[in-house]
């Protein structure tokens, strides 16, 4: 059986086209369906992205709203469209213990540093800010805290020779688009692999 997996953006929506693309006429053409595409932002550019591809969206508005309220409608996306997977792709909302519990090894993340080292926003602007010569992307499980899930995978990026910023994002960009979908296959194919 195929996993149906929603997919949360907040903004330019890159890792989630990578996705979409790879379940339309990838390495997740057999393995998963992409119900819908939400966001947390009306005016998120991936979500035109999305519809580009011919993948449903959803836009549940965060801001102005009680988190409470917020997660409500949610999970009653999350019910009507029996998403097995939510797979969170420049989400920019900390999911309460609430929904995290609900789908416990079923939230996952990528984060664009080691989680061990990096949590939180700017990732690479601390790799270009330290002058690291490579970075470890990780693929994580979401628990309720800020990036501190289990780590599935990491792979590293070289960022030798990059002299800017642009230079080492588009670098990790790169790798996180096809490396996120690796990983996200390998979880969803798990031989009961994945405790819940
Ligand atoms: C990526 O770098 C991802 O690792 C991080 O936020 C960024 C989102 O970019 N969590 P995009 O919206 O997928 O283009």
Redesign the pocket.
Known sequence: MKKRIAIL?S??????EAIVRNVQAGMLQDCCTVEIVLSNKRDAC?LEVARLLGIDTAVIESKGKKKAEFETEVLALLEEKHIDYIVL??FMRILSPRIVSRYRKRII????ADTARFKGLGA?EWAFGKGLQSTKITVHYVDEGVDTGPVIAQKEVDFTGATTLEEVEQR??KV?HEFYSRVLKQVVTAHNGVER
């Open positions: 953006i903004g330019r929506g890159s890792n989630m991936g792709a420049g993340n990528i984060h664009p690479y990790g960009l996180e």
